[in-house]
């Protein structure tokens, strides 16, 4: 029998890309850091950094990320996110993704500088309290990411559990070389991608709208059960 709280948090949980401006004490985003390390980790690795950032910290990646993309500055990603070339089946999925999301905020398809305000709005962090950039050993093998994205998740249900939000933000990894001098991390942790942390603010169109999931029955085969 499912825990009714899972269940919920499970189904409740969204991308939130709108914030109160309310803040997220260091106690909280410590909380819900340990209790993301719980995720399970092949021989216990626990790979992944997280490095969090609130106030002038968090104001000082923004701005170098926007002055970037204000000057042209090329992107630099230091891992591959997507396939390229995306197959069909995927483009169309990342497609009707960014359709549910500008409708909703009412810009138009040829809207172009409307889709690139709001894009560039990945690198504002949403205007969230606190920005988390994940990084992780530059040495370290695909199990590693998929523990990493473990626990990610965890980080994800305990921030929904303790009544906060989140959204991942990938598009940090675009200037995967920026964030890294920025922040000036270690030569050996690669930029994974973002995480915008506070609380929702559920009045904003951009919260209210929800991508949909594929049906069971396009991506399990069961074999041997018994109804």
Not at 26 to 54: C, M, W, Y
Not at 85 to 91: I, T
Not at 123 to 142: C, Q
Not at 200 to 214: E, G, H, K, M, Y
């Amino acid at each position: 029998m499912m825990n009714r709280d899972i269940e919920h948090l499970l189904k409740a949980r969204r991308s939130v890309r709108k914030f109160k401006d309310s803040s997220v004490s260091k106690a909280d985003v410590g909380k819900i850091l340990e209790l993301a390390r719980l995720a399970p980790s092949g021989a216990n690795l626990q790979p992944g950094k997280f490095h969090a950032l609130t106030g002038g910290a968090l104001e000082n990646l923004k701005s170098a990320l926007l002055g970037a993309v204000a000057d042209g500055r090329p992107q630099v990603s230091q891992f591959s996110y997507f396939p390229s070339p995306m197959p069909a089946d995927l483009k169309a999925k990342q497609r009707a993704a960014g359709y549910a999301l500008y409708s909703a905020l009412g810009i138009d398809r040829r809207d172009i500088a409307g889709r690139r305000d709001q894009f560039n709005q990945n690198y504002m962090f949403f205007n969230a309290p606190v920005g988390v950039v994940v990084t992780i050993h530059k040495d370290l093998g695909k199990g590693c990411f998929m523990d990493l994205g473990m626990t990610m998740m965890a980080l994800f249900m305990a921030a929904a559990g303790m009544g906060f939000a989140t959204s991942g933000i990938g598009a940090l990894g675009n200037y995967g070389d920026l964030v890294h001098e920025t922040l000036a991390l270690p030569e050996t942790e690669l930029v994974v991608c973002g995480i915008a942390l506070g609380v929702a603010d559920d009045s904003d169109p951009v919260n209210q709208f929800r991508t949909d999931r594929d049906p069971l029955d396009s991506y399990v085969q069961f074999a041997g059960f018994v109804d």
